[in-house]
């Protein structure tokens, strides 16, 4: 029997869902949910919520529409893990682990942290003026909430793809300095076909640009604001564009290919804005009228919805959270001392650290230079391109050191560091060798 693809999903609780949230997010996700041979995890990240929120009753209140907004939308928690992320202590515990581990540098170079810093400058204040280090610590959080249940695969925006490599970068320091495959290095998933939302005004659908439409709005609230929505002077009778349409967008976001071909239809013929903006509402009010009646009666009854989230972190913790922190914190020394009883401290019975592996540089006869990096072993593992100047070489090795596997943009066979030809991966050495070295160099720095 093929073992299942753990598949992880987290979702901040920050403000109230909107329509937005629902066609690209969790709608998608609970269909998602509902594959063959896939485990889910589906999580409120209450602990992210909080670099930014510093409203204590918001945090809560958010916590709570937010998994009733999941749990109405059909989100099944007894076919899923479904949890709040702060109910899990191991997370936390895990984020010290990795954070001892790893490299400022990698982190340094966050887009998040990276934006705040040039946002500064911007503006002429000091780099981190405002940042606290939540901020700067967020993807070794981020980390953790998907290596401490050794997922497999991520659903994430592109935007989020770099928090995944670093994920992956961290399980990999992790596992080269303990010596073995504690953790599995996630894939991130890109959908580039799920939906982006317009908001009232046209752009992004997003609680910054205050343009949203909350999700489980009342009907006479809902229709006041699809009423709203911005569209052009063109009166009934004059053809209309779908192209650039908001009020389009939405209709298609929720309807059956007949019925935007349709709708196509009529704005070709010349549909009046307020008839459009009828039929956008009914379309709407027919998907979500049943979601908003559940969602009512789980928001009226908050014990309940805390009861499935305790739950489902309790028996995730004793299935998986709990017995792996047991074993890591004896793979990094966190153990009972009553096991050295029996043991001596003679340094000549201690086991000898693993070498490192290292870059050796030479010159060729052609007048280049050139560098191999090989393993504690002395096996060759990557053979560089030539250079021109032993400047340009060691600045490219310090950069791998510094960086480990982050630097790399691409390797199959050729090996490459943002634009730059490194050099090739030398024969029967597989990639996940080479990266491994290069973590453990960066590591050391």
């Known amino acids: 029997m093929a073992s299942l693809t753990r598949v992880l999903t987290g979702i901040t609780t920050s403000g109230t869902p909107h329509l ?3 066609v690209g997010a969790v709608r998608p996700a609970i269909a998602a949910s509902r594959a063959g041979n896939t485990e889910s995890f589906y999580f409120l990240a209450d602990l992210h919520s909080l670099i930014k929120a510093q409203d204590p009753a918001r945090t809560q209140r958010s916590t709570l529409e937010i998994a009733a907004t999941w749990l109405a939308a059909g989100l099944d928690p007894a076919k899923v893990w479904f949890y709040r992320q702060s109910d ?14 790893a490299g400022k540098g990698i982190l340094n170079r966050a887009h998040a942290y990276k934006a705040a810093v040039d946002k500064n400058r911007a503006d002429g204040e000091d780099d981190d003026a405002g940042i606290n280090a939540g901020l700067f610590m967020y993807p070794v959080l981020m980390a953790a909430d998907i290596l401490i249940f050794n997922a497999h695969k991520v659903p994430v925006g592109r935007d989020q793809i770099q928090h995944i490599e670093m994920a992956r970068d961290f399980g990999q320091r992790f596992n080269h300095v303990y010596g073995r495959e504690w953790f599995t290095l996630p894939e991130a998933v890109i959908d580039d076909n799920v939906a982006t939302l317009p908001g009232l005004d046209g752009r992004k659908m997003s609680k910054s640009y205050g343009n949203t439409i909350a999700l489980f709005a009342p009907p006479a609230e809902l229709k006041k604001l699809i009423f709203s929505i911005v569209t052009d002077s063109r009166l009934p009778g004059e053809a209309k564009d779908t192209d650039g349409s908001a009020l ?10 007949p019925e935007t071909a ?3 239809q ?19 009010e027919r998907e979500i009228a049943p979601l908003r009646e559940r969602y009512d009666a789980l928001i009226a009854r908050p014990a309940d919805i805390e009861d499935i989230l305790r739950d489902g972190a309790k028996r995730l913790r004793e299935r998986y959270a709990t017995p792996l922190l047991a074993q890591l914190r004896e793979a990094v020394g966190l153990r009972n001392l009553a096991g050295l009883a029996a043991t001596t401290s003679d340094p000549a019975r201690t086991p000898a650290k693993a070498a490192l592996p290292q870059f050796k540089q030479y010159r060729e006869k052609d007048g280049r230079f050139y560098f191999k990096l090989v ?9 560089s391109e030539g250079f021109d100047s032993p400047r340009a070489a060691g600045e490219l090795i ?8 982050t630097a790399l943009r691409h390797v199959e066979g050729a090996v490459h560091a ?4 490194v050099g090739r991966l030398l024969a029967d050495v597989a990639t996940d060798e080479l990266l491994a070295a290069l973590a453990a160099l960066a590591a050391e720095e």
Do not use: H, M, S
Not at 88 to 101: A, G, N, Y
Not at 266 to 284: N, P, S, T, V, Y
Not at 375 to 383: I, K
Not at 398 to 405: D, I, N, Q, V
């Open 266 to 284: 009529d704005f070709a013929q010349g549909i009046g804005w307020g008839e459009a903006k009828q039929k956008l509402f009914d379309l709407i």
């Open 375 to 383: 393993d504690g072993d002395g096996r060759a593992l990557l053979q």
């Open 20 to 22: 937005g949230n629902y």
């Open 262 to 264: 349709a709708f196509a």
């Open 88 to 101: 899990i202590p191991e997370i936390t515990e895990l984020t010290w682990l990795l954070t001892c581990v």
């Open 248 to 257: 389009f967008q939405l209709y298609q976001a929720f309807a059956t290919l």
């Open 398 to 405: 310090a950069r791998l050191k510094r960086e480990g596997a």
């Open 418 to 421: 943002g634009e730059t030809l």
